[in-house]
């Protein structure tokens, strides 16, 4: 066990421990090196301070971060062998059995030279913040944990299997020395992606699986792409993802947690397709799985450009008929794929916006450099909330922003079920879509229609594909266009404040909603191509609150957008990305877009 190994300065002052893990490489803690760029390491009883150098540290920082690892380099190979290294499930609890008991060797005060042990017990049942493992020392035992055991090797005395390391223990009060925590190896390979070169994992023997994670070294890519990229590998796999840290994480889970002989080249394939990691597997899978290969498959990503992906998430909000409840779920879709999902909770309305905006900040990393749009599939009720002015809140972001920064639409709650208005919506829709342009149907607040001559009015033309009110569209309107199946409404929250559009044509409407606003919005999106109307409508949002562009009537002021091609979708929190858009749409929740 020649392994163990002190960890000092360069003029001998000891810091820790450490163990050797190949010829030349030790790791330790991360605060054992901190502020040291070398170092000098003795195994006890068989080399003394040999020079080494601090090769790489973890994201540690100061007492309490994570990521408190530090691999040190030997200058020439120590010419012992190194440890090996224990299952990952080793430490797992078994019926029948407690606690592991386990062991470290570690150089505290009185023991510098030679080390002396302590008799750890611990499962990974007691995992601590997702990192640690909580250790403890039987209080029979005379050495305790203490100041000299960081960085130390725990290990199973039985089979001398390393488990993991030491990093820190209570050193004050009634349980000083007695409980500490250890970072096992599970941990310690997500900060040093190189352990799993040493470690006996048996879903790809080592060399190949070397010489695939040196292929993919230093590739980082944000959590959404990778999540996509596994998800369009598995579309059927449903169970939540990790959120991927590196392109080898995401290989190393496939390998890990899915099964099948093709996984591993399903997966690079898909790798290859988004042309993000830039590293080219098809040479690999030559060598290693050639009746995997396919050389068309695995085409570079020059030869294939791939379209950006576009996603969606999409909230749906269902009345409830006691006490006014509403039923909140949401669901985020990326190039058709599932990548997240919550709900349904119950809310009551004056909590809709708190949880809705919580909700978002839970789903919003499954968006994360993807063109992406927010839909609101709610009852006729909600269809004038003030979505666009509601708060993103990103986690680690320094201010909320809101709504308004990303395409914000209304759909209908109703059209998700196979009704007669869905269907007509769906030939309304497929319409527009033919002809390439909006082209609204401006609808003036004095128009002598209640719900019956409304309705007959849109009724009598299949052309009829989109209205523009020019105020908030009186609750007979609204009705009769959705019932007659109109898939674009575009209005401006504001009340006419004159008769109700229920067949009153008395009273001035000359002031209750200006013209400009009709003229600006349909000149603004009638020649438009309706895929990309929630696009232009979040520029209209955006230009409106333009101290250089905008003013108090510019058209895109408290703008709702309706846009709901409803082709048969399914329910997007329960099966989404069911339908695939027709056109040149991208598959997605989003009501016909390929705009995301």
């Given at each position: 066990?020649?392994?163990?190994?002190?960890?000092?300065?360069?003029?001998?002052?000891?810091?820790?421990?450490?163990?050797?893990?190949?010829?030349?490489?030790?790791?330790?803690?991360?605060?054992?090196?901190?502020?040291?760029?070398?170092?000098?390491?003795?195994?006890?009883?068989?080399?003394?301070?040999?020079?080494?150098?601090?090769?790489?540290?973890?994201?540690?920082?100061?007492?309490?971060?994570?990521g408190d690892v530090a691999v040190v380099e030997l200058g020439e190979p120590a010419g012992v062998p190194p440890c090996a290294f224990a299952p990952l499930d080793l430490l797992r609890p078994r019926e029948g059995q407690g606690t592991r008991e386990l062991r470290a060797l570690g150089f505290p005060f009185?023991?510098?030279?030679?080390?002396?042990?302590?008799?750890?017990?611990?499962?990974?049942?007691?995992?601590?913040?997702?990192?640690?493992?909580?250790?403890?020392?039987?209080?029979?035992?005379?050495?305790?944990?203490?100041?000299?055991?960081?960085?130390?090797?725990?290990?199973?005395?039985?089979?001398?299997?390393?488990?993991?390391?030491?990093?820190?223990?209570?050193?004050?009060?009634?349980?000083?020395?007695?409980?500490?925590?250890?970072?096992?190896?599970?941990?310690?390979?997500?900060?040093?992606?190189?352990?799993?070169?040493?470690?006996?994992?048996?879903?790809?023997?080592?060399?190949?699986?070397?010489?695939?994670?040196?292929?993919?070294?230093?590739?980082?890519?944000?959590?959404?792409?990778?999540?996509?990229?596994?998800?369009?590998?598995?579309?059927?796999?449903?169970?939540?993802?990790?959120?991927?840290?590196?392109a080898w994480h995401a290989i190393r889970y496939v390998g890990e947690e899915l099964t099948g002989e093709e996984r591993l080249s399903r997966l690079l394939r898909e790798l290859g397709r988004t042309g993000a990691a830039g590293v080219d597997a098809g040479p690999w899978l030559r060598r290693w799985m050639?009746?995997?290969?396919?050389?068309?498959?695995?085409?570079?990503?020059?030869?294939?450009?791939?379209?950006?992906?576009?996603?969606?998430?999409?909230?749906?909000?269902?009345?409830?008929?006691?006490?006014?409840?509403?039923?909140?779920?949401?669901?985020?879709?990326?190039?058709?794929?599932?990548?997240?999902?919550?709900?349904?909770?119950?809310?009551?309305?004056?909590?809709?916006?708190?949880?809705?905006?919580?909700?978002?900040?839970?789903?919003?990393?499954?968006?994360?450099?993807?063109?992406?749009?927010?839909?609101?599939?709610?009852?006729?009720?909600?269809?004038?909330?003030?979505?666009?002015?509601?708060?993103?809140?990103?986690?680690?972001?320094?201010?909320?922003?809101?709504?308004?920064?990303?395409?914000?639409?209304?759909?209908?709650?109703?059209?998700?079920?196979?009704?007669?208005?869905?269907?007509?919506?769906?030939?309304?829709?497929?319409?527009?879509?033919?002809?390439?342009?909006?082209?609204?149907?401006?609808?003036?607040?004095?128009?002598?229609?209640?719900?019956?001559?409304?309705?007959?009015?849109?009724?009598?033309?299949?052309?009829?594909?989109?209205?523009?009110?020019?105020?908030?569209?009186?609750?007979?309107?609204?009705?009769?266009?959705?019932?007659?199946?109109?898939?674009?409404?575009?209005?401006?929250?504001?009340?006419?404040?004159?008769?109700?559009?229920?067949?009153?044509?008395?009273?001035?409407?000359?002031?209750?909603?200006?013209?400009?606003?009709?003229?600006?919005?349909?000149?603004?999106?009638?020649?438009?191509?309706?895929?990309?109307?929630?696009?232009?409508?979040?520029?209209?949002?955006?230009?409106?609150?333009?101290?250089?562009?905008?003013?108090?009537?510019?058209?895109?002021?408290?703008?709702?957008?309706?846009?709901?091609?409803?082709?048969?979708?399914?329910?997007?929190?329960?099966?989404?990305?069911?339908?695939?858009?027709?056109g040149t749409q991208s598959t997605s929740t989003g009501s016909g877009s390929g705009s995301g």
């Open positions: 066990m020649h392994w163990r190994a002190r960890i000092a300065t360069v003029d001998g002052v000891p810091r820790g421990a450490g163990v050797l893990v190949d010829g030349a490489r030790l790791i330790t803690c991360a605060h054992v090196v901190d502020g040291l760029t070398e170092v000098s390491v003795t195994l006890p009883g068989v080399a003394e301070a040999l020079p080494a150098a601090v090769a790489w540290t973890g994201d540690w920082r100061c007492l309490g971060d994570r009185g023991h510098e030279k030679d080390g002396t042990h302590v008799t750890l017990r611990t499962s990974a049942d007691r995992l601590l913040g997702q990192e640690w493992l909580e250790i403890d020392v039987e209080q029979a035992h005379l050495q305790r944990l203490g100041e000299g055991f960081s960085g130390a090797a725990v290990y199973d005395p039985g089979s001398r299997l390393v488990v993991g390391i030491v990093t820190d223990a209570l050193l004050d009060g009634d349980q000083e020395g007695y409980i500490g925590r250890m970072l096992p190896l599970d941990t310690i390979r997500r900060h040093w992606e190189a352990l799993d070169d040493l470690l006996p994992l048996d879903w790809l023997p080592d060399m190949p699986r070397r010489e695939l994670r040196a292929l993919f070294d230093g590739v980082r890519l944000d959590p959404g792409t990778l999540e996509l990229t596994v998800r369009r590998a598995f579309p059927t796999f449903r169970r939540p993802l990790p959120a991927f840290r590196s050639p009746e995997r290969y396919d050389e068309a498959a695995h085409a570079g990503p020059a030869a294939r450009p791939a379209a950006p992906p576009t996603g969606s998430v999409v909230f749906r909000a269902q009345s409830m008929t006691r006490g006014g409840a509403i039923d909140l779920s949401v669901s985020t879709v990326v190039d058709g794929v599932p990548v997240g999902r919550a709900g349904p909770v119950r809310v009551r309305r004056q909590q809709l916006r708190t949880k809705t905006e919580a909700l978002l900040a839970e789903q919003i990393g499954g968006v994360h450099g993807v063109d992406w749009m927010l839909e609101f599939v709610v009852p006729e009720g909600l269809m004038s909330e003030p979505f666009e002015e509601w708060q993103i809140r990103e986690p680690g972001a320094a201010r909320p922003r809101p709504m308004r920064t990303v395409p914000v639409v209304v759909r209908h709650l109703d059209r998700l079920e196979p009704l007669l208005a869905s269907h007509l919506a769906g030939r309304r829709w497929a319409t527009v879509r033919a002809r390439g342009e909006t082209r609204p149907r401006r609808v003036e607040c004095g128009l002598p229609y209640g719900y019956e001559e409304f309705h007959d009015w849109l009724d009598a033309d299949d052309q009829l594909c989109a209205l523009a009110y020019a105020a908030t569209p009186a609750p007979d309107w609204l009705s009769a266009a959705l019932d007659t199946g109109v898939p674009i409404m575009l209005w401006r929250r504001r009340d006419c404040g004159v008769g109700n559009g229920e067949g009153n044509a008395e009273g001035n409407h000359a002031h209750c909603a200006p013209e400009k606003f009709l003229d600006r919005i349909t000149e603004a999106v009638a020649s438009l191509d309706p895929a990309r109307l929630p696009h232009e409508v979040m520029r209209l949002r955006k230009e409106a609150r333009s101290p250089d562009k905008g003013d108090a009537e510019h058209c895109g002021h408290r703008l709702t957008l309706f846009w709901d091609g409803a082709e048969g979708r399914a329910d997007p929190p329960l099966a989404a990305g069911a339908a695939h858009i027709t």
